[in-house]
């Protein structure tokens, strides 16, 4: 389908509130080309502000992108520095994000990070603050195992200092005190580059995100890349709602005739849009066992 068409199909549907994205295969983009992993990125960073684009013209809410994990320092000392370069360019173009009425916040520790990287990144937190459009979380020196563990801590210190009791704690007090706070969970999740892992992001908000992998290295996930992601992530939802409403009519449970229909119709379709994509090998033998019962 070309982009255009893409483009109206999805337009005309509910689109997901919140995305987020592991932009992934920077340095493997660079390799294929000979060039040094730090080419990647550069070109890595020109997708990013090409999706940002994208993203508030479609009209979508909210959108994260995972940037520099806490893992990520564990690099050479060189292309670390690069990232950081790439980001601090990011963060001087604010009036972009302004113009577009896009709100900038970054989720992960600020401590580690060097005072000029933290203060473009507080600068354009700052002078965005008041745009009410898309907010765009960047997710840099970001770990989410360390973001539950941060929670557990600030919830920790209000018991002690008797602002909350034990039997109060919940699933909406945790979250607020996630970095993601008052923002809602994410809808679709997209990883690039082929890898198909979460490697530490976003853990408790994606708990029902749809994920979806494309082998496409992330310098060349472009609009068209990005429309057909949205479009795979529309029709799951709606084979999803068919199976809902087939099943409530026939006040069936979930191991029902229809349940497995819809579960192979979803698992070929799968399996047919990758099928230049990621290997699908377990899929495959999912179908069969599907196929057989
Ligand atoms: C993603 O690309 C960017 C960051 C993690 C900063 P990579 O740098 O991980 O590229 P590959 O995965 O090695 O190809
Ligand atoms: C995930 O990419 C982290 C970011 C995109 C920032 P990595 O390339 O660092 O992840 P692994 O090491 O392949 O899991
Ligand atoms: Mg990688």
């Known amino acids: 389908m070309k982009k255009e068409e893409l483009k109206t199909i999805i337009l005309n549907k509910k689109l997901?509130?919140?995305?987020?994205?592991?932009?992934?295969?920077?340095?493997?983009?660079?390799?294929?080309?000979?060039?040094?992993?730090?080419?990647?990125?550069?070109?890595?960073?020109?997708?990013?502000?090409?999706?940002?684009?994208?993203?508030?013209?479609?009209?979508?809410?909210?959108?994260?992108?995972?940037?520099?994990?806490?893992e990520n320092w564990s690099r050479p000392l060189e292309e670390v520095n690069f990232i950081m370069k790439e980001v601090?360019?990011?963060?001087?173009?604010?009036?972009?994000?302004?113009?577009?009425?896009?709100?900038?916040?970054?989720?992960?520790?600020?401590?580690?990070?060097?005072?000029?990287?933290?203060?473009?990144?507080?600068?354009?937190?700052?002078?965005?603050?008041?745009?009410?459009?898309?907010?765009?979380?960047?997710?840099?020196?970001y770990g989410a195992k360390q973001e539950i563990v941060n929670a557990t801590k600030k919830i920790c210190e209000q018991v002690k200092n008797n602002n909350l009791t034990i039997n109060e704690i919940d699933e909406t007090i945790f979250e607020k005190n996630l970095y993601t706070k008052d923002i809602p969970p994410v809808d679709l999740l997209i990883r690039t580059s082929g890898e198909m892992r979460i490697s530490n992001f976003l853990?408790?908000?994606?708990?029902?995100?749809?994920?979806?992998?494309?082998?496409?290295?992330?310098?060349?996930?472009?609009?068209?890349?990005?429309?057909?992601?949205?479009?795979?992530?529309?029709?799951?939802?709606?084979?999803?709602?068919?199976?809902r409403k087939v099943n409530e009519t026939k006040n069936n449970n979930r191991s029902s005739d229809v349940y497995n229909l819809c579960t192979i119709i979803r698992i070929r379709r799968l399996v047919f849009n990758c099928s230049n994509n990621v290997p699908c090998l377990f899929r495959h033998i999912w179908i069969d066992k599907y196929v057989s019962n």
Not at 18 to 42: C, E, S, V, Y
């Open 203 to 243: 853990l408790w908000q994606i708990a029902y995100a749809e994920i979806i992998f494309t082998k496409v290295y992330w310098p060349d996930f472009h609009e068209k890349e990005f429309y057909e992601a949205i479009y795979e992530y529309l029709d799951v939802i709606e084979d999803l709602a068919d199976w």
């Open 16 to 70: 997901p509130t919140h995305i987020a994205i592991i932009l992934d295969g920077n340095g493997r983009w660079a390799k294929k080309r000979l060039m040094p992993r730090t080419f990647g990125h550069q070109k890595g960073a020109k997708t990013l502000q090409e999706i940002i684009r994208i993203s508030s013209s479609l009209g979508i809410k909210y959108l994260t992108v995972f940037a520099f994990s806490t």
């Open 88 to 141: 601090k360019n990011l963060c001087k173009d604010y009036q972009k994000l302004i113009n577009r009425n896009i709100k900038f916040k970054m989720i992960g520790s600020k401590e580690e990070l060097a005072p000029d990287v933290r203060e473009s990144i507080e600068t354009m937190e700052n002078k965005t603050a008041n745009c009410d459009g898309m907010t765009f979380l960047l997710a840099f020196n």
